[in-house]
T-cell receptor
Framework: NAGVTQTPKFQVLKTGQSMTLQCAQD?????MYWYRQDPGMGLRLIYY???????DKGEVPNGYNVSRLNKREFSLRLESAAPSQTSVYFC?????????????FGPGTRLTVL | AQSVTQLGSHVSVSEGALVLLRCNYS??????LFWYVQYPNQGLQLLLK??????LVKGINGFEAEFKKSETSFHLTKPSAHMSDAAEYFC??????????FGAGTRLTVKP
């Protein structure tokens, strides 16, 4: 049982380049999230997916797009990377969207945009 | 919107000493409160959470937290620090589904 996995672990991009961050979970969870973590700040929600086929914006969605490919996979895409998107990105999943459900986090992707 | 303030970005204690990490929140409705721990190069892991009922909540690894409505606080404590407790700790508050707000985090150092 791998839990939540993320690829890649590290990435360096130049301004304007695009990339997709991958996330997969093997816990049969319905709901998945993408967060970013910046120094001196807590995690901020970018997008979430309540269930397969649905996605919604979180607190900081600008500059990102997401795809819930199937129940297991939830990807985050940066179409034109900017230095302000330098951050650590975490994917998480829960059984359902209830606030009391425990979120399980992946190990993160460290992204640097030059 | 709800928010969280964690007092002290860095806390240092000696092994065996009391750990106290402070968290204050603001919320317009009865909140749900959480503490997460993040070890180096890992994702966050839930330590404990308060939803309803008993205000003293026990979590993993000997940690506990008390919800004090009058003080709008949810401080995290552990009677005796262990070297393995060194990590970053995040307090979080949520008023409803899909809207969890995290504090900036407190880095705990444990000295031998």
């Amino acid at each position: 049982n791998a839990g939540v996995t993320q690829t890649p672990k590290f990435q360096v991009l130049k301004t304007g380049q695009s990339m997709t961050l991958q996330c997969a979970q093997d816990m049969n969870h319905n709901s998945m999230y993408w967060y970013r973590q910046d120094p001196g700040m807590g995690l901020r929600l970018i997008y979430y997916s309540a269930s397969e086929g649905t996605t919604d914006k979180g607190e900081v969605p600008n500059g990102y797009n997401v795809s819930r490919l199937n129940k297991r996979e939830f990807s985050l895409r940066l179409e034109s990377a900017a230095p302000s998107q330098t951050s650590v990105y975490f994917c998480a999943s829960t059984t359902n969207m209830r606030v009391t459900d425990t979120q399980y986090f992946g190990p993160g992707t460290r992204l640097t945009v030059l | 919107a709800q928010s969280v303030t964690q007092l002290g970005s860095h806390v240092s204690v000696s092994e065996g000493a009391l750990v106290l990490l402070r968290c204050n929140y603001s919320s317009s409705v009865p909140p749900y409160l959480f503490w997460y721990v993040q070890y180096p190069n890992q994702g966050l892991q839930l330590l404990l959470k308060y939803t309803t009922g008993a205000t003293l909540v026990k979590g993993i690894n000997g940690f506990e937290a008390e919800f004090k409505k009058s003080e709008t606080s949810f401080h995290l404590t552990k009677p005796s620090a262990h070297m393995s407790d060194a990590a970053e700790y995040f307090c979080a508050v949520s008023e409803r589904d899909n809207d969890m707000r995290f504090g900036a985090g407190t880095r705990l150092t444990v000295k031998p």
